[in-house]
């Protein structure tokens, strides 16, 4: 079987099971496990299918560009949303993170002066400024032209500097094994910087997130503060 047709039954394989397990499909179709692996990781190159240990998941659909993911699942992230904002304390300063779920959620924010916004989000800055009486602050940098959010040298600099009581953490995947999960690599660093400079760490957890495990990790499910996930959604269940 020639390469093209591997790679052709792997992502059938992927879209009709949701996984592949290397071992098995090289023994099912006679080749070596190494041409397997090979045939995964060219297609997690063009961004097909993430690799993980021992075969391969679906790209999560969180993993789109900032501009597609704006109908996925909206009512779930506007429950998830609803939750996330009933838990911030008065006069509290929080992070948000940039994306989907932290757009709704500085659409709700409570009329407190003397909340103070966080965000590396020039999206979610504006929608705090324009929907709340928030002090906002912004985290520059380089803005990804994928995810619209700020990073890199600037941007570590910024939050090596700052401080905040929660921080509302979105990745793209939330997974008991793998973790917490993104699909870029100076997100994942930046992510991680901002939740060094928070008491709390909550993760904000739609339902299309449950079970996805995109390429780079953030952080470990037990190195956070807590999970909001849908009510009506999947259930993350952990050990």
């Known amino acids: 079987m020639l390469s093209v047709q591997r790679k052709e039954h792997l992502l059938g394989l992927l879209a009709a099971e949701g996984r592949i397990v290397a071992k098995a499909v090289a023994a099912d179709l006679g080749v070596s496990e190494d041409s397997i692996r090979r045939d995964l990781r060219e297609l997690a190159d063009a961004g097909l299918c993430i690799r993980v240990y021992g075969g391969a998941l679906p790209v999560p659909a969180a993993d789109a560009p900032v501009v597609q993911r704006l109908g996925v699942a909206s009512e779930s ?3 998830v949303a609803r939750a996330a904002v009933a838990l911030i304390r008065p006069s509290s300063t929080i992070i948000l993170d940039a994306g989907t779920t932290t757009l ?3 659409r709700r924010l409570p009329h407190d002066a003397g909340l103070t916004v966080i965000t590396p989000s020039p999206a979610v800055a504006l929608t705090a400024m324009e929907h709340s009486a928030a002090r906002v602050l912004m985290v520059g940098g380089e803005l990804s032209r994928h995810s ?3 990073g890199g040298a600037l941007a570590q600099e910024a939050i090596s500097r700052l ?3 929660v921080f509302f953490l979105g990745v793209t995947g939330i997974d008991p094994v793998h973790g917490l999960t993104t699909g870029e690599l ?7 910087a901002l939740a060094a400079r928070s008491a709390e760490v909550l993760v904000l957890g739609s339902a299309e997130k449950i079970g996805a495990v995109s390429r780079f990790p953030v952080l470990g499910i037990d190195e956070v503060s807590g999970v909001i996930v849908d009510p009506q959604g999947p259930e993350l269940r952990i050990g």
Not at 186 to 192: C, E, G, I, N
């Open 104 to 106: 709704a959620m500085a």
């Open 77 to 79: 992230k506007e429950r």
């Open 163 to 165: 401080s905040a009581d």
């Open 148 to 150: 619209a959010v700020a």
């Open 186 to 192: 100076d997100d994942a660093v930046t992510k991680r």
